[in-house]
């Protein structure tokens, strides 16, 4: 199913969004016209879009894919398809993004982890405050990060080891932490402690990865160590926006990596809230 086929009363209207523009084909008709098909794609579904001449863009694609854009498309029906052709498109920086877990590719998401992703959708659109949302953003449209996010598994064999267990389990965490704290800290706190308990695991992807057969060097490393050099260039972006925000990320982070005899007692409660969340989702 496409993102249109879910709008049919969009039919022979302008629709405009934000999506994940990941492919162009170039296409012949019978005639001998040349025309595009662009794939856009968020976390609904994805259209294919076509780009005719007489809308002027078929020079103006984008060659760098996958890239966030806003689009408007005129939706129309043809041989019993919902289709869309392209008025518009220009690509979008970080900034301009209003929700980028929306941007994540439904297609490559396993079925088992859809509510997970509608979940993290809707967790994302509340995030406050603005520079913590712009850096999930940022984490999320990785392309080191996404779509990998979305297919890899929570470990081999212990626990969420099904493609798609790493986000499963990451929102399971995320869900015992805003019980565990809801009424006790501040919203900015909440929020914070929701976004570590999404990345906690993201090493994972490069050490567990989404087939039975781990990468060569996951002896070599753990997955903490693979959390911080993924999103280390982030956390330098956030800093001189939110030096508060971002020396509390680093340093839950880095409890949360630590082996379970190393810890003491965490100077700020939600590195606490989030290793007891991390033991209860992986122990049911």
Not at 129 to 151: C, G, H, K, Q, W
Not at 225 to 239: A, F, G, I, P
Request: net charge positive; aromatic share 4%; charged share 20%.
């Amino acid at each position: 199913m496409t993102a249109l086929d879910k709008a049919p009363t969009r039919l022979n209207s302008i629709v405009q969004g934000q999506y994940l523009l990941t492919d162009v084909t170039q296409r012949q008709t019978s005639g001998g016209k040349w025309f595009a098909t662009a794939t856009l794609e968020d976390s609904t579904g994805s259209i294919d879009a076509y780009v005719w001449p007489e809308s002027g863009l078929l020079g103006d694609l984008p060659v760098r894919r996958p890239v966030p854009v806003q689009a408007a498309l005129y939706v129309r029906r043809f041989a019993g398809r919902v289709i869309g052709d392209l008025r518009a498109l220009h690509t979008i920086s970080e900034p301009e993004i209003r929700n980028a877990a929306r941007l994540l590719p439904r297609s490559l998401c396993p079925e088992a982890a859809v509510p997970a992703l509608e979940a993290l959708e809707l967790m994302a659109a509340k995030l406050n405050p603005e520079p913590l949302r712009r850096f999930m953003a940022r984490v999320l449209l990785d392309t080191r990060i996404s779509p990998a996010i979305l297919t890899c598994r929570g470990s081999l064999g212990h626990h969420h080891a099904a493609r798609g267990g790493l986000l499963m389990h990451s929102m399971h965490v995320m869900a015992l932490c805003d019980r565990l704290t809801e009424g006790a800290l501040t919203p900015v706190e909440r929020d914070l402690i929701k976004v570590v308990a999404l990345m906690h695991d993201l090493g994972k992807i490069r050490t567990v990865g989404d087939t039975n057969t781990r990468p060569v060097h996951y002896k070599l490393v753990d997955h903490g160590m693979q959390t911080s050099r993924l999103l280390d260039k982030h956390l330098e972006w956030l800093r001189p926006r939110a030096p508060d925000l971002a020396a509390a990320t680093n340093y839950m982070l880095s409890y949360i990596g630590q082996p379970n005899a190393m810890r003491h007692r965490a100077r700020f409660v939600g590195a606490d809230i989030v290793v007891y969340a991390d033991r209860i989702s992986a122990g049911l």
